[in-house]
């Protein structure tokens, strides 16, 4: 139990994949002018990136380390998020309208989320379980989404105020996550 | 563009118009995670120029027989290949960059820039203009991000590829060689590339009232 409470906290926050590891920065940057929009594709991000962890650690060691394939890994894994995108894009159609409208415009930008494929990748490399790997997945996915809604609240007041022209857009959201950085340094001596 | 995309526009239109770090905003996540060091920062790009230069010719010599429905899954499994190629080569013969730049090598395959330039290049124009496309934006994307790790390096070790430039007085920001300031350096850079745009267009602009 102790490993996972750990886990937890340390994706959340100590190791965060956008703060403290430099992954997903371009949703991070992306999407975060809305903070009904930057929800959204937390949500999303969560859905796939816990289901990807699942199915990437069959495929690791079912199929890939059987035939000695692992030179294979990196096409494997990003043909499964690829396809899981759109099942999932397909499925949401069809189950819950409302939610695929919700998420429907953010769902194929998650292929080319690196926080999808690091977290799969670096799975297999810690050499997690396929319940670890899973919660491990389960676990970075909030953590990009708590960074993704922060810097999107702040982007949101970032509008109101009178900043320099030359300061307008991406320098200014660069150096607020910056600052945003910096606090979550302050995390570092938590596990 | 109103001409013909030729191999050499399309090159410098990537090299410099187009630039895909300060202009287009693309491929953050590798410009800031590996711009520790300058070394680091062309062993990147340069990987980076090789999948971009492949994917885009390959791409472009394909467009006309992958389906417009299943083009990304396509696309992917060609971008996939040749990084897994650049990955297997820098694992036999740079082990050291190799493993310097982690896991941002296979994650290549979601750099956004490989697929802005599939996407709305390569599937358009012909194989030789994609070529060159690919190349400008590579080398683009190489020298900004080794000037981005210049000046990460120089505050944050007192050194450029590893020489020593400040004097040995010199107390290293450590906060540089941090994910904090790789934010608030590239924020920094691209403040002042605006500044700079903006007082030039002043001055055009003043010109030609006076005129």
């Known amino acids: 139990m102790n490993v996972y409470l750990s886990m937890l906290i340390g994706y959340l926050l100590v190791n965060n994949y956008v703060m403290c590891q430099f992954f997903g920065i371009c949703p991070f940057l992306g999407v975060s002018k809305k903070f009904d929009t930057a929800l959204g594709m937390g949500m999303a991000v969560t859905f796939v990136i816990t289901l990807a962890s699942f199915i990437t650690w069959f495929v690791q060691y079912y199929l890939l380390v059987p035939f000695h394939l692992e030179y294979m890994q990196t096409i494997a894994f990003i043909l499964v998020i690829a396809v899981l995108v759109q099942v999932v894009e397909n499925a949401l159609k069809k189950l819950s309208f409302s939610l695929y409208q919700a998420l429907g415009v953010y769902l194929p930008l998650i292929t080319t989320n690196c926080v999808v494929l690091a977290v799969a990748l670096n799975n297999i490399t810690d050499g997690w379980n396929l319940l670890e790997s899973t919660f491990c997945g389960f676990c970075s996915a909030p953590g990009f989404t708590l960074s993704l809604l922060l810097l999107a609240a702040i982007r949101e007041r970032l509008e109101l105020s009178n900043m320099p022209k030359w300061m307008n857009g991406f320098p200014g959201a660069l150096i607020t996550a910056g600052l945003m950085a910096i606090s979550f340094m302050g995390f570092g001596g938590l596990i | ?211």
């Open chain 2, 1 to 211: 563009m109103a001409k013909k995309p030729t191999f050499f526009s399309a090159f410098l239109n990537g090299l410099w118009n187009e630039n895909p770090t300060f202009v287009l905003m693309l491929g953050m996540c590798p410009t800031l995670g590996i711009t520790t060091a300058a070394i680091n920062g062309v062993g990147m790009g340069l990987a980076t120029t090789f999948v971009l230069m492949f994917s885009n010719l390959f791409i472009s010599a394909l467009r006309n027989i992958i389906p417009d429905k299943v083009r990304i899954p396509a696309y992917i499994i060609v971008i996939a290949s040749f990084v897994t190629m650049i990955d297997l080569m820098m694992q036999a013969f740079l082990p050291d960059l190799r493993s310097a730049l982690g896991t941002y090598i296979p994650l290549i395959v979601v750099n956004c820039i490989i697929f802005a330039r599939a996407e709305s290049y390569a599937a358009k124009n012909p194989p030789l203009a994609s070529l060159g496309d690919g190349l400008g934006m590579g080398l683009g994307f190489t020298c900004a991000i080794t000037f981005l790790a210049c000046i990460r390096e120089l505050f944050g070790s007192g050194a450029i590829f590893g020489f020593q430039i400040m004097p040995a007085s010199y107390q290293p920001m450590a906060i540089m060689n941090q994910v904090a300031g790789g934010f608030i350096t590239l924020g920094l850079l691209l403040a002042a590339v605006n500044a700079l745009k903006t007082s030039m267009d002043h001055k055009r602009k003043a010109k030609e009232a006076h005129a």
